[in-house]
């Protein structure tokens, strides 16, 4: 178990050779991501992140509770987890990623307000969620399927999508949205089922 305030790696992978359990930052300072970080268990990163490199984290559950963003906007985000991979501060706010990727193993939870990217988001795993949400990039991909956490079916999903927006699998199948909006730019591609309180969308659907 490795824990810290104010963490910054810039050399080799973590976990690369020896794999640590788990890592966890406290809520203090900031954490700068420049190598792959790779855990067996959980990565829980409390404080604000910045991303110094394209990265990859690899472990069970990842948790962002804070802030995450680029030092320079053409950085990549790759997360492998086969637990519940968990956003729950803003996005690319500040600086956005490159682009962000979630693998098919597991699933997401946006607990945020706002995901930034400047090309495209692709969600591989089914996506909770968790807050009233904007998402905006270039080619967003939702490969599994898309509800809103159990508890409350009022969450807000909008999607300002300058290229694809693709929905794959069922929308609201579980637990509907409250609303689901895309805007007037690029063009939607939705599934056979989507339930959601109001719709609306602004570009073309098929």
Do not use: C, W
């Amino acid at each position: 178990v490795f824990t810290a305030e104010g963490y910054s790696h810039g050399g080799g992978a973590v976990g690369a050779t020896a794999t640590l359990a788990s890592l966890t930052t406290d809520s203090a300072g900031t954490s700068v991501v420049k190598a792959d970080v790779t855990t067996s268990a959980a990565q829980t990163y409390n404080d604000a992140v910045t991303i110094g490199a394209n990265v990859t984290l690899a472990g069970t559950a990842i948790t962002l509770d804070s802030t995450v963003n680029a030092d320079v906007n053409t950085r990549t985000l790759t997360i492998n987890g086969s637990g519940v991979t968990s956003f729950n501060g803003v996005v690319g706010g500040t600086t956005p990623l490159s682009s962000l990727t979630t693998d098919a193993g597991g699933g997401t939870t946006i607990g945020t307000s706002g995901i930034t990217t400047v090309a495209a988001q692709t969600y591989g795993d089914n996506v909770t969620i968790g807050a009233s949400s904007t998402l905006t990039g270039a080619a967003i991909t939702f490969s599994g399927t898309v509800n809103a956490d159990a508890a409350v079916n009022a969450r807000a999903l909008t999607v300002t999508d300058s290229g694809a927006t693709t929905f794959t699998g069922a929308v609201g199948g579980t637990a509907r949205l409250g609303s689901l909006v895309t805007t007037s730019s690029g063009t939607t591609s939705l599934p056979g089922a989507v339930t959601a309180t109001t719709m609306n969308f602004g570009d073309s659907v098929s």
